[in-house]
């Protein structure tokens, strides 16, 4: 299902996409999602505007160990490195 993400002001907002290890650091509590950016259709409020769009990825160093953040309860999940995580979820898409 898709949602609008409206921004706060018409100036001065962006929106961060979290990665999927807030997911392990947060115990479950903060999830990513599948991120796709259309441009709006001709005709449209949306259409009336620019938009720029910048796409930045940064993760931590591939040898650190990445486990639930204290206070998040009893992790739901094995640690992992950094590395590992990002080769495995490589390894699913085929790339």
């Given at each position: 299902?898709?949602?609008?993400?409206?921004?706060?002001?018409?100036?001065?907002?962006?929106?961060?996409?979290?990665g999927?290890?807030?997911?392990?650091?947060?115990?479950?509590?903060?999830?990513?999602?599948?991120?796709?950016v259309?441009?709006?259709?001709?005709?449209?409020?949306g259409?009336?505007?620019?938009?720029?769009?910048?796409?930045?990825?940064?993760?931590?160093?591939?040898?650190?160990?990445?486990?639930?953040?204290?206070?998040?309860?009893?992790?739901?999940?094995?640690?992992?490195?950094?590395?590992?995580?990002?080769?495995?979820?490589?390894?699913?898409?085929?790339?």
């Open positions: 299902q898709w949602f609008p993400v409206l921004p706060v002001t018409t100036t001065t907002s962006f929106v961060v996409n979290i999927d290890l807030w997911k392990q650091w947060t115990n479950d509590k903060w999830t990513s999602t599948n991120h796709r259309s441009s709006p259709s001709l005709g449209t409020k259409a009336e505007h620019s938009r720029l769009s910048i796409v930045y990825f940064t993760g931590p160093r591939a040898d650190a160990v990445i486990s639930t953040l204290p206070g998040h309860g009893v992790s739901r999940h094995a640690p992992i490195l950094a590395g590992d995580h990002l080769l495995e979820k490589l390894a699913r898409t085929n790339v």
